[in-house]
């Protein structure tokens, strides 16, 4: 073990020194390998446009009035935010493969000017726009060419941030008004529109560019942003991974569930599954195929652990920030909504790993080369009270707006007072802004850009009479419906951001789901989850891929090992649409929530027992011979029906439900350990990690 503990020692150092001032705090919603790095002038421009930016947000949400004598509107402030963000999207993100990364070529120079002087062209009229009703028409020429501008300009921007696959899957339905009349749509026939009028409603109405997806950026997501940065650049990283250590490493297969544990710690409070990832992987990664854990196994795992950075509040991917505006409902109704199914999500998840340790023989890290949790806690107590502040100003003052510059406040003082050294320093303010300003630029981009999905689909007024089609195609059966809704995600998943594909289902089946009765909080959970499953999907699977390359094992192996370690999450969402109480809604959520998350915990034992082959109290599943796989598949029938919800769209009662999976477990389980305590154990050297 002593190897270990060199290791991890070695390991300990660079996560401490590393973490993650770059990609730590970044809530990235697109995998992005080619970027500038801006320096001199630039690097300062865009420093002074985060602190404009971060400063707009805090006028805006405590009312300051920063502008002696005039009241801005909503529209003035979101178009505000644009002209300070959107331009560095040619800046930083380059417009080809073989653009160069060194130096600023002419034609990026131009696009900034021009989105600039668009967005301030477009600004300084949209306060006009709102009197005269422009959107709807009779907007002035110089307005329309502005707006032109600007949308040409959004498209650039998203194939920079998004790339192809995103551009081509938005720009169809951004142009989709100025011929929706067309026969050959058929169901997507909707109400027409001009040129001239798809561009004033674009650029001018509430419902499009400045629709919900900005509308979230600028009132909550810019605050968490600015937290989850904040959080990390003040050690939060060092503090959660040796507390993750401390209480997990000396578990079998510890090293796995301080992955686990640390990656869970971390991504709630950065809410991005890649720079998790690539944060809490480079130290547990090595540590686990120093365990013992295959090196495709252990990429896996950290992927999946990372995945739930924007499942687990209380701050969760920007997803779940338009949620909340779509829903028309708090943020901190999304974030509750979200506890159970992060828990089940991560029970899942350490009962596969403790199944697969037992089944492989790997034991935990000595106590003795483990930090010391009270040493731990008395070094970062203080991270401690600032999360306990974020909870209660969400949960119980219900002030997401104010609550992520509240608890950054109450951070940065406690660092400066209590910490040598991570005290903060004028570099490290230019740092932190720095590192802000990157992540603004690529969500405005990707944000902005999709908010004219919901815009064109609002222009043709088609979504009614889509939702209606689509419960005709599936005759009102909601588990059809469901199966079509989970598959569309997925594949949407493969080629967008989560976001993007949330957006795109919210507005065409959502309304579909809905009709047919079911919650609206977990018809839109329900979305976000499958669409955010292509991270440890192949062939996309960036998580997984970015786990990969840390562990040194192929992708593609790593992505179906990763789909296998993570498998419960593909039946959660399931699980809360038939019964919402899962996602704590309904006449008693919260005792009924209670009771449904422990028979699906129960469940969930016996579906990765038979997933990993050794089942928790029974013992090693090899020792049944034949009979080991056709044991297995019975555990994951019988542990998936007693985690299944009854009633409501289910034609069994709950009572009725538990009592088949039980009838279906309790003779395997019999059986299983007559043949297992039948056989004589396996010898260690015959185990094959």
């Given amino acids: 073990m002593s190897s270990i503990s060199t290791g991890l020692q070695d390991e300990a150092k660079r996560i401490v020194f590393d973490d993650p001032h770059g990609a730590a705090g970044n809530m990235q919603e697109a995998e992005v390998t080619r970027v500038r790095t801006l320096r001199g002038a630039w690097r300062w421009t865009l420093v002074a446009a985060t602190a404009a930016t971060i400063l707009l947000c805090i006028n805006q949400q405590f009312s300051l009035r920063f502008f002696i004598g005039y009241t801005q509107l909503n529209t003035e402030y979101f178009y505000l935010l644009i002209a300070l963000m959107l331009p560095f999207t040619f800046l930083i993100f380059p417009g080809t493969e073989r653009a160069p990364l060194d130096r600023i070529p002419w034609y990026d120079l131009l696009f900034f000017v021009v989105t600039f002087a668009a967005a301030l062209m477009l600004m300084s009229n949209v306060r006009k726009a709102a009197e005269a009703g422009w959107e709807f028409g009779g907007a002035p020429n110089n307005v329309i060419a502005a707006g032109l501008v600007m949308w040409a300009m959004l498209m650039e921007a998203l194939r920079r941030t998004g790339g192809w696959s995103l551009l081509l899957s938005v720009f169809p339905f951004t142009v989709y008004p100025l011929f929706a009349e067309a026969g050959w749509l058929g169901p997507f026939r909707g109400t027409q529109s001009t040129l001239e009028q798809a561009t004033a409603y674009h650029v001018l109405s509430g419902e499009s560019l400045l629709g919900i997806p900005i509308q979230a950026f600028a009132d909550t997501v810019i605050g968490f942003l600015v937290f989850g940065t904040a959080l990390m650049m003040t050690g939060a990283g060092k503090?959660?991974?040796?507390?993750?250590?401390?209480?997990?490493?000396?578990?079998?297969?510890?090293?796995?569930?301080?992955?686990?544990?640390?990656?869970?710690?971390?991504?709630?409070?950065?809410?991005?599954?890649?720079?998790?990832?690539?944060?809490?992987?480079?130290?547990?990664?090595?540590?686990?195929?120093?365990?013992?854990?295959?090196?495709?196994?252990?990429?896996?795992?950290?992927?999946?652990?990372?995945?739930?950075?924007?499942?687990?509040?209380?701050?969760?991917?920007?997803?779940?920030?338009?949620?909340?505006?779509?829903?028309?409902?708090?943020?901190?109704?999304?974030?509750?909504?979200?506890?159970?199914?992060?828990?089940?999500?991560?029970?899942?998840?350490?009962?596969?790993?403790?199944?697969?340790?037992?089944?492989?023989?790997?034991?935990?890290?000595?106590?003795?080369?483990?930090?010391?949790?009270?040493?731990?806690?008395?070094d970062g107590w203080y991270y401690v009270f600032v999360i306990a502040l974020l909870i209660v100003m969400l949960l119980y003052f219900k002030r997401e707006s104010h609550a992520p510059f509240y608890a950054t406040a109450l951070l940065l003082v406690l660092n400066q007072l209590f910490s040598k050294d991570t005290r903060w320093t004028l570099a490290t303010i230019g740092k932190f802004l720095e590192v802000n300003g990157r992540t603004f630029v690529e969500l405005v981009g990707i944000l902005a850009g999709c908010g004219l999905l919901i815009g064109a689909f609002s222009m043709t007024g088609v979504v009614s009479s889509l939702a209606n089609d689509l419960l005709h195609i599936a005759g009102d059966n909601p588990f059809l419906l469901l199966g079509m809704c989970a598959l569309t995600s997925?594949?949407?998943?493969?080629?967008?951001?989560?976001?993007?594909?949330?957006?795109?289902?919210?507005?065409?089946?959502?309304?579909?789901?809905?009709?047919?009765?079911?919650?609206?909080?977990?018809?839109?959970?329900?979305?976000?989850?499958?669409?955010?499953?292509?991270?440890?999907?192949?062939?996309?699977?960036?998580?997984?891929?970015?786990?990969?390359?840390?562990?040194?094992?192929?992708?593609?192996?790593?992505?179906?090992?990763?789909?296998?370690?993570?498998?419960?999450?593909?039946f959660i969402p399931f699980f809360f649409v038939l019964n919402p109480a899962l996602v704590l809604q309904g006449p008693s959520p919260y005792l009924e929530g209670l009771g449904l998350m422990a028979l699906a915990a129960f469940g969930t034992l016996f579906i990765c027992g038979g997933i990993q082959g050794y089942q928790p109290f029974v013992g090693d599943l090899r020792g049944a011979g034949l009979m080991e796989w056709p044991l297995r598949v019975l555990l994951v029938i019988g542990g998936f029906v007693v985690a299944t919800p009854g009633g409501g769209i289910m034609p069994l009662s709950q009572m009725q439900v538990t009592m088949l999976g039980l009838g279906i477990l309790m003779p395997t389980v019999l059986v299983a350990l007559l043949l297992v305590r039948r056989q004589s154990p396996i010898p260690d050297g015959l185990r094959v990690p």
């Fill in 239 to 378: 503090f959660f991974i040796n507390l993750a250590f401390a209480m997990c490493g000396t578990f079998r297969g510890g090293a796995a569930k301080v992955c686990i544990f640390a990656s869970g710690l971390l991504g709630m409070m950065s809410g991005s599954i890649i720079s998790n990832v690539l944060t809490a992987g480079t130290m547990t990664i090595p540590v686990m195929k120093k365990s013992g854990f295959r090196a495709s196994y252990a990429g896996a795992i950290e992927a999946c652990a990372s995945t739930g950075a924007v499942l687990a509040p209380p701050v969760m991917g920007a997803t779940a920030f338009v949620i909340a505006q779509f829903l028309n409902v708090s943020y901190a109704d999304v974030a509750i909504a979200a506890i159970i199914p992060a828990v089940l999500y991560y029970i899942g998840l350490f009962m596969q790993v403790d199944s697969y340790a037992a089944r492989h023989g790997l034991k935990g890290i000595p106590r003795t080369e483990l930090p010391r949790i009270m040493d731990t806690i008395k």
């Fill in 490 to 570: 997925l594949i949407l998943g493969l080629g967008l951001t989560t976001t993007a594909c949330y957006i795109f289902l919210a507005i065409l089946v959502a309304p579909a789901l809905e009709k047919l009765g079911l919650n609206k909080m977990a018809v839109h959970m329900f979305i976000f989850y499958w669409g955010m499953l292509s991270s440890i999907t192949p062939p996309v699977a960036i998580a997984s891929f970015a786990a990969a390359g840390i562990a040194g094992s192929p992708a593609m192996k790593t992505g179906w090992e990763s789909m296998w370690v993570g498998s419960i999450i593909y």
